[in-house]
């Protein structure tokens, strides 16, 4: 079984860009996989949610969708808060990780050798980079 692990900004894109990642998921994947989300992803998304940005909204979507898709969550493996340490601690090559961050993507790529990333593609779907 592949672990799937979303990242907290890929969690806002059925709000953001209108995509049903969830269907694009079963488009892509033809292995056996399950989808994870991290507590610190999901402490960020609270946090934004809060906020007084554009960006609440897209994140309270995130955390609804969290609870209706019934994702796995991932405890904080330390004391790190910070989502994409962890994501970049805690992943092995066998893992997919999907996110928007071009930092992360990069980092990832440069200490997980092999390691495939799902990303969004032209604002409309998703796909490996």
């Known amino acids: 079984?592949?672990?799937?692990?979303?990242?907290?900004?890929?969690?806002?894109?059925?709000?953001?860009?209108?995509?049903d990642i969830f269907s694009e998921f079963k488009r892509l994947m033809t292995e056996q996989s399950s989808l994870y989300v991290l507590e610190a992803s999901i402490d960020e998304l609270?946090?934004?949610?809060?906020?007084?940005?554009?960006?609440n909204v897209h994140a309270k979507v995130a955390l609804k969708l969290i609870k209706q898709k019934n994702l796995k969550t991932l405890?904080?493996?330390?004391?790190?808060?910070?989502?994409?340490?962890?994501?970049?601690?805690?992943?092995?090559?066998?893992?997919?990780?999907?996110?928007?961050?071009?930092?992360l993507k990069r980092l990832l790529k440069n200490k997980h050798k092999?390691?495939?990333?799902?990303?969004?593609?032209?604002?409309?779907?998703?796909?490996?980079?």
Request: aromatic share 6%; net charge positive.
């Open 75 to 103: 405890p904080n493996s330390t004391n790190e808060k910070y989502a994409d340490n962890l994501i970049l601690e805690g992943v092995t090559n066998k893992d997919i990780v999907c996110t928007q961050d071009q930092a």
């Open 1 to 19: 079984m592949i672990r799937i692990i979303l990242d907290t900004n890929f969690l806002m894109i059925p709000s953001q860009f209108k995509v």
């Open 46 to 55: 609270t946090t934004i949610s809060l906020g007084k940005t554009k960006d």
């Open 114 to 129: 092999g390691i495939r990333l799902i990303t969004l593609k032209s604002k409309k779907y998703l796909d490996f980079e």
